[in-house]
């Protein structure tokens, strides 16, 4: 993911919208990846994983789609609701240890 | 409920203080992690634990000292601080280290005065 950061990057999208949030990784030889949500005051909370074996996972409204060809990754978000109103950070497992992105601000109007 | 809570919350603490962060899960896991969370900077991994034993300092001041008496319970005590260690301290776990989700605690907002 992204290192240093400068300025939360922000996505505002409608109610009722798909929302697709970017992430760039930085390591070929990751092999896993998770998506968090953060809200205010709070610790990140698991949304979804993906294996490097794989190419899209499905959840609950959310979908995680993975490039390897281009070290990409993204986290789509079906129907966003005000509750989908957070932080969202991708995570790049390298040999254990998980290296978070910056981090994407995703703003639900209503 | 994340099955990993984190006390205090909050900290505000002088830089000649001693204070303890707490972490404890119920999930069952094997490993835990310290991560301090500035603001506009990404989540840093400050320790590791696997099975109660240290495998990861990523280059952590002396300053934060951590503990891990068993699988369930995590310590950062803290000396000396400074200004710039001002930050949220998070803890998370997972089943054991490697491709496992981590499950985060809340955090404690420390303060440096």
């Known amino acids: 993911g992204e290192s240093v950061g400068l300025h939360l990057p922000t996505l505002s999208v409608q109610e009722g919208d798909n929302s697709i949030i970017n992430c760039a990784y930085s390591?070929?030889?990751?092999?896993?990846f998770i998506w968090y949500k953060q809200e205010s005051g709070k610790g990140p909370q698991f949304i979804i994983d993906i294996r490097s074996n794989m190419d899209k996972r499905q959840g609950q409204r959310v979908t995680v789609l993975l490039n390897k060809t281009v070290k990409h990754l993204s986290l789509q978000i079906a129907a966003t609701q005000p509750g989908d109103s957070a932080v969202y950070f991708c995570a790049e497992n390298i040999g254990g240890k998980l290296i978070f992105g910056q981090g994407t601000e995703l703003s639900v109007k209503p | 409920e994340t099955g990993v809570t984190q006390t205090p919350r909050h900290l505000v603490m002088g830089m000649t203080n001693k204070k303890s962060l707490k972490c404890e899960q119920h999930l069952g896991h094997n490993a835990m992690y310290w991560y301090k969370q500035s603001a506009k900077k990404p989540l840093e991994l400050m320790f590791v634990y696997n099975f109660k034993e240290q495998t990861e300092n990523n280059s952590v001041p002396s300053r934060f000292s951590p503990e891990c008496p068993n699988s369930s319970h995590l310590f950062l005590h803290l000396h000396t601080l400074q200004p710039e260690d001002s930050a949220l301290y998070l803890c998370?776990?997972?089943?054991?280290?490697?491709?496992?989700?981590?499950?985060f605690g809340d955090g404690t907002r420390l303060s440096i005065l």
């Open positions: 998370a776990s997972s089943q054991i280290v490697g491709n496992q989700p981590q499950h």
């Open positions: 390591n070929s030889a990751s092999d896993y």
